[in-house]
């Protein structure tokens, strides 16, 4: 098979085709004793490899699956020192494996125990080719090598493996119209770094559960503000994911900056999230829709300030309100106290009255908030 001296059918960068053998399939627990890597750029196609030390024993069935053994990696260099130049090599280009949730892992894990943030893009061609061949039922490396006719030279060992995948490569534009080709690259095409300083490790500190969060374009510009119950996947599924709508594209390209809330509850990320709108005034929201009848203020029907509690892995969280306007929320009565003492009053805010008013009417229970920093008295008010 000829090797194309461009990296079609991708689209604008360098590729690089990589494979790992490991000691086992835990990022946390196995390391890398091998990599292949085939590089794809105009230049041309250049191969590289290299046996790792992995600093811990080879278990037997891996010996026996990939060939690699123990007197085989004795002596090799280490992974971090290999780092520097790897990441040289593989940084700013198109990263294609198979099944590249694991490569990437176990590469991203070891590149971070090194010192270093590895976030390429990543293309994985099990899930190409599930997407442009979906009426075969299977697409491991063995079955792309059947049904495509790929020349296997020694499988389980890394560069081999590498080099089976931009064989899968190199065969799909006889197979693919080259346009609808480049889109479904395109569409399954993971990006873990965004503009800015949006990463995927970044990404990882986001909330596992409710909260709000926002995005901000050039000259910090509100773009998009909304909530979540797993905001740190809401978030991925916006920048990252494989099925995002044209909207979440279009907007992934502006996105400069993203900040996050955690709010304890669903309750609290609705309010949050019609506050910061209201304030933020971003973009790509729609404002609320105001009809005859909805009010331009309304009484508040309680003496004061109120709270009520939201409770998110058995932890209680108290959300501030005072005159239809959400203030935010607080770990415990003191606090939300000195967070109501803190806050400046506000306006009235449609979004807030119609969420209270619709969750009041079945039955939220709230706290009258004692304004006092001390030792803030509460009953429960039906």
Not at 204 to 219: H, I, K
Not at 361 to 381: C, F, Y
Request: aromatic fraction near 8%; include cysteine; charge should be neutral.
């Amino acid at each position: 098979m000829s090797e194309l001296l461009s990296p079609e059918p991708a689209l604008d960068s360098p590729i690089v085709f990589v494979d790992l053998e490991t000691t086992g399939g835990s990022t946390s627990e196995h390391r890398i004793t091998e990599i292949g890597v085939v590089e794809v750029g105009l230049a041309g196609v250049s191969r590289w490899s290299s046996l790792i030390d992995p600093q811990q024993p080879i278990p037997s069935f891996i010996q026996q699956l990939t060939g690699i053994t123990n007197d085989m990696v004795r002596g090799a260099p280490t992974f971090e020192s290999i780092a520097p130049a790897l990441f040289e090599r593989l940084n700013g280009k198109l990263f294609v494996a198979h099944n590249a949730n694991f490569d990437r892992g176990f590469l991203r894990s070891e590149f971070r125990r090194a010192g270093i943030a590895f976030d390429p893009d990543v293309l994985c061609t099990v899930r190409l080719s599930r997407a442009l061949f979906p009426g075969e039922k299977r697409h491991g490396l063995d079955a792309l090598v059947e049904r495509h006719a790929l020349v296997p030279s020694d499988r389980h060992r890394a560069l081999a493996d590498a080099d089976l995948i931009w064989q899968f490569w190199q065969r799909l534009p006889t197979l693919v119209p080259l346009e609808a080709l480049r889109a479904q690259i395109e569409r399954t095409t993971r990006r873990y770094r965004l503009a800015g300083d949006i990463t995927e490790d970044l990404l990882d500190t986001a909330p596992a559960g409710c909260g709000v969060y926002a995005f901000y374009g050039e000259d910090d510009a509100p773009l998009y503000v909304g909530r979540s119950v797993r905001v740190r996947q809401r978030l991925r599924s916006h920048l990252t994911g494989e099925r995002r709508s044209s909207k979440d594209m279009r907007l992934a390209q502006l996105v400069r900056r993203v900040e996050w809330h955690a709010t304890g509850g669903e309750l609290g990320a609705m309010l949050a999230e019609a506050q910061w709108i209201a304030t933020l005034r971003p973009g790509h929201n729609r404002l609320p829709r105001v009809t005859k009848s909805d009010p331009a203020n309304a009484p508040w029907p309680f003496e004061g300030p109120i709270v009520f509690e939201e409770r998110e892995d058995a932890q209680g969280i108290f959300h501030v309100v005072d005159r239809w306007r959400y203030l935010g929320h607080a770990s415990s009565l003191v606090a939300a106290a000195q967070l109501h003492a803190s806050t400046l009053a506000g306006s009235f805010e449609l979004s807030t009255y119609r969420i209270l008013q619709s969750h009041l009417a079945r039955g939220l229970r709230v706290m009258p908030l004692s304004v006092s920093r001390d030792s803030p008295e509460s009953s429960i008010v039906a």
